[in-house]
């Protein structure tokens, strides 16, 4: 062979090396790390629950008298109105009715107040009122009044219902985080426990 030929042999393995190397080299691109987002804030840390009954005395023998506080604990939420929707027994319970409770003060407003003793149905919203700012903490958002003609104990329930709700300052959704149910024995001696 000449010398002519073994140069371009030579010269045409050099240019496929070159091109072998071109196309296998991957330059290494800066991998940018995934922008890390912010874990979502806990928005519903707010909880409704019923304390403990309390027996009034009653002028009639035939009727026992309760008042049964519905208990809020708002966490961080700054809490502006709270709706409880309620469900009870009316066979049971007898002359229900609510009244707000010292957690939002003086300036609270009942915005709703709908009691149907047919169905054992309650509907009561208040708020903090026009001009009052959130509230955090824990205490009395309202209270539950009613009678018992049961002689003999007997467990009943109070029961939250799905559209309680409850709004705070700065968030659109309900911070309502969780509610407990009040079982409670009627007759007697009243007593507590809770129910989720």
């Not at 939420?77 to 009316?90: F, G, I, M, R």
């Not at 109070?158 to 659109?172: R, Y």
Request: charged content about 15%; glycine content about 6%; overall charge positive.
């Amino acid at each position: 062979m000449s010398k002519r030929t073994l140069f371009l042999i030579f010269a045409l393995l050099l240019i496929t090396f070159v091109l072998l190397l071109v196309a296998f080299y991957q330059p290494q691109t800066s991998k940018t790390a995934p922008a890390v987002t912010a874990p979502k804030k806990l928005t519903a840390q707010t909880t409704l629950s019923f304390g403990i009954p309390v027996t009034a005395t009653s002028a009639s023998v035939l009727t026992t008298n309760y008042s049964l506080p519905v208990e809020i604990l708002t966490g961080g939420n700054k809490v502006t109105a709270v709706q409880l929707e309620l469900q009870y027994d009316p066979e049971v319970l007898t002359n229900v009715a609510v009244i707000p409770g010292p957690f939002f003060g003086t300036t609270s407003d009942v915005l709703l107040n709908q009691i149907d003793a047919e169905t054992g149905r309650i509907s009561y919203a208040l708020s903090v009122g026009l001009t009052a700012q959130g509230v955090i903490g824990k205490g009395t958002v309202a209270t539950v009044t009613f009678s018992s003609k049961v002689k003999t104990p007997e467990k009943t329930a109070i029961l939250f219902l799905p559209k309680t709700l409850v709004t705070a300052s700065g968030i659109n959704e309900s911070v309502l985080k969780q509610t407990t149910n009040g079982l409670f024995m009627l007759g007697e001696k009243p007593s507590t426990s809770s129910a989720r």
